[in-house]
């Protein structure tokens, strides 16, 4: 039998839970995003074309993106990653392996948070960062 105590425990302990779910939830992309890339680049296993791209969260699940240049398009699962410096401008990462780059992380300045795109690569890539 559980005590009053405990039961009051375990109740505080899931609405903490529940608190920080729900920041988490909101520190994805709030807003459609634009940037335009020179060079082509692989989200997931689609290649596309190099140009310009809107990134859109999806608004029935915000972890879920829509990157998009009107003829393309791919839907990415993202997980909320922390700037060790928050952004001055919204910024996409690329990583470079051989001569392939591939989309990695998304910044939006204007709530310096982002998203990390999964899966992502364990070896150690060239970083490229480009800014809109």
Known sequence: ???FTRVTRIALAAGALVLISTG???AQL???MKFTTTFPFMVGNQQLPAGAYSVT???QDN???RISNGRNS???MTENESPRVPPKHDEVTFIKRGD???LRDIWDSGTTSG???LPVPSDRPDHVKVRR
Request: proline share 12%.
């Open 115 to 117: 998203v990390e795109l």
């Open 30 to 32: 709030p807003d459609t």
């Open 24 to 26: 988490a939830a909101h």
């Open 57 to 59: 969260p999806l608004p």
């Open 100 to 102: 392939t780059y591939a």
């Open 1 to 3: 039998m559980m005590t």
């Open 74 to 76: 791919v839907l990415v």
């Open 63 to 65: 972890a879920l993106l």
